[in-house]
């Protein structure tokens, strides 16, 4: 018994402090043109700086996939079953949505490639506060009609 527990302490801290952070989704990646991307990496809050190499690399590997990804996700929003009212009924086809993660994935690991852990955080945390700027933007709109 004792040994079981002498291994257990062993294994858990191994298996608790082994495991990678592993690389985070990018949002807006797809949303972005490559002038956008270039404004908001070259802008004073960005917290990554890129070469125009680096930039230019990057919007062609989105330009390269950002067709196939909107086709997906518009494959998986109509795969979603309706009643008929137009109420999602359902869930959308799992191997539509599996495909449409897996092109977004190969789009980040590229990325991720490209700048090495460090610098793919800053860029996520850029892109993050580019996301939160445009919600908030967009709310403040919404406020704006609403007093109106």
């Known amino acids: 018994m004792k040994n079981l527990f002498f291994i257990l302490f062993l294994i858990f801290p191994f298996t608790l402090f082994s495991q990678e952070s592993g690389i985070h989704n990018l949002p807006l990646i797809f949303s972005l043109n490559s ?15 890129m070469s125009d190499e680096e930039i230019i690399s990057i919007s062609k590997i989105i330009d390269g996939k950002k067709e196939e990804y909107l086709k997906l996700a518009d494959q998986v929003r109509k795969s979603v079953p309706l009643d008929a009212n137009g109420k999602p009924i359902g869930k959308a086809d799992p191997e539509l949505k599996r495909e449409r993660e897996t092109l977004y994935n190969e789009v980040c690991t590229s990325i991720y490639k490209i700048f090495g852990e460090k610098r793919y ?10 996301y939160d700027r445009q919600n908030m933007e967009r709310s403040k709109n919404a406020m704006k009609k609403e007093m109106e």
Not at 35 to 49: N, Y
Not at 121 to 130: K, P
């Open 121 to 130: 955080r800053q860029f996520y945390m850029t892109l993050i506060n580019e």
């Open 35 to 49: 002038d956008e991307l270039r404004t908001l990496v070259t802008s004073k809050t960005s917290q990554v700086k």
